[in-house]
């Protein structure tokens, strides 16, 4: 049981160029979620899906889209990466639903725009 | 809009001592969750404890328990006989309304903690 798997761990990139983040949970989870990591400013909510075929976004949405592709995997997507961009980014699910469910989040992706 | 502050950027507790980390929390939904996290060096969120609004007991959670006062919009995370693995980043989030599309979480800005032997 791997939980939440993020790939890849760092990647560098350089202004203008797109990439996509791949996340997967094998805990039948419904929910997924997208945030970013900058210093001092805690997590913020990139985008989220609430459940299979849904997305929405959150509070920093802008310059990124995403992708649900099944229940088990959440893709985020850079089409145009700007320095602004450079953070660690981490992929959390959750079961949803009604319950008062806590996040499980992946290791992390550390990315770099130069 | 809802809020979450922490206001003590850095602490420092000597090792088996006990500390209270600050949370304050802003909602107009009376329906809510309060969640800490520990961040250790090596990046990854490790949940350490819940509360939700209609909860009439603080939580606890071995050596974590959250000291929650709803009047004040405090939701402190106090720890008991401190380790030096306690050292890390630790985070309050507060998520408003009961699950399914009001998941999201909203974070405080963190409390680094420093245990120091």
């Known amino acids: 049981n791997a939980g939440v798997t993020q790939t890849p761990k760092f990647q560098v990139l350089k202004t203008g160029q797109s990439m996509t983040l791949q996340c997967a949970q094998d805990?039948?989870?419904?929910?997924m979620y997208w945030y970013r990591q900058d210093p001092g400013m805690g997590l913020r909510l990139i985008y989220y899906s609430a459940s299979e075929g849904t997305t929405d976004k959150g509070e920093v949405p802008n310059g990124y889209n995403v992708s649900r592709l099944n229940k088990r995997e959440f893709s985020l997507r850079l089409e145009s990466a700007a320095p602004s961009q450079t953070s660690v980014y981490f992929c959390?699910?959750?079961?949803?639903?009604?319950?008062?469910?806590?996040?499980?989040f992946g290791p992390g992706t550390r990315l770099t725009v130069t | 809009a809802q809020k979450i502050t922490q206001t003590q950027p850095g602490m420092f507790v000597q090792e088996k001592e006990a500390v209270t980390l600050d949370c304050t929390y802003d909602t107009s939904d009376p329906s809510y969750g309060l969640f800490w996290y520990k961040q250790p060096s090596s990046g990854e969120m490790i949940f350490l404890i819940y509360?939700?609004?209609?909860?009439?007991q603080n939580a606890t959670e071995g050596r974590y328990s959250l000291n929650f006062q709803k009047a004040r919009k405090s939701a402190n995370l106090v720890i008991s006989a401190s380790q030096l693995g306690d050292s890390a980043m630790y985070f309050c989030?507060?998520?408003?309304?009961?699950?399914?599309?009001?998941?999201?979480?909203?974070f405080g800005t963190g409390t680094l903690l420093a245990v120091q032997p």
């Open positions: 989030a507060m998520r408003e309304g009961r699950g399914g599309a009001t998941n999201k979480l909203i």
């Open positions: 959390a699910s959750s079961e949803g639903g009604e319950s008062w469910d806590e996040q499980y």
């Open positions: 805990m039948n989870h419904n929910s």
């Open positions: 509360q939700g609004s209609y909860d009439q």
